[in-house]
């Protein structure tokens, strides 16, 4: 049984919630996104709650969907109301950020610099050293971070890079003189 699937997801004032089929769609006021699930889980919504149920109790490949369509949908109805944030921390001298228009122009020591360019829907701030990453989609934000970390990942002697603001890297020693 899973504990996840269980739980029924309260939908909040302003949100509206339908389903069509195997389809969730949810709504606000400027954004609607849909959630299929491919008749793999039972959908239920009655009285400003959405639940899930499985289609067969021997079903394996219900189960296995069961917590996974929830968390999903969950994911969806936060990122509609309240939306998600990540934030990066750029540490090196010399290294900085700019948003110039939709491309994020970063300086990482390289001999060019790097232009990233920011997808519809997805918001990026500066703050001195710290980008902050807001956007709907929980697994686009995580991914745009991701990306945007590669260019040069924290290195562990100094802790020059970019990193996650909440990341702690664990730093090395360096050489030590012979005595």
Not at 58 to 72: E, N, V
Not at 118 to 125: A, L, R, S
């Amino acid at each position: 049984m899973s504990r996840i699937g269980k739980q029924a997801i309260n939908i909040p004032k302003g949100l509206d919630v339908s389903v069509q089929g195997t389809k969730i769609v949810f709504k606000n006021t400027k954004i609607q996104r849909e959630l299929e699930t491919y008749d793999r889980v039972e959908i239920l919504l009655k009285d400003g709650t959405l639940s899930f149920g499985l289609k067969n109790e021997d079903d394996l490949r219900s189960k296995a969907f069961w917590g996974t369509y929830r968390a999903l949908a969950n994911n969806i109805i936060i990122g509609l109301t309240s939306g998600f944030t990540k934030q990066l921390e750029i540490n090196g001298v010399g290294y900085k950020a700019n948003v110039k228009g939709k491309v994020l122009e970063l300086s990482l020591g390289y001999s060019h610099p790097i232009n990233y360019d920011i997808p519809d829907g997805i918001e990026i701030t500066l703050d001195k050293n710290i980008i902050t990453i807001k956007g709907v989609d929980k697994q686009q934000i995580g991914q745009i971070a991701s990306e945007i970390r590669a260019f040069r990942a924290p290195e562990p002697y100094k802790g020059k890079g970019i990193k996650y603001v909440d990341e702690v890297i664990m730093r090395k020693a360096g050489k030590t003189a012979k005595k």
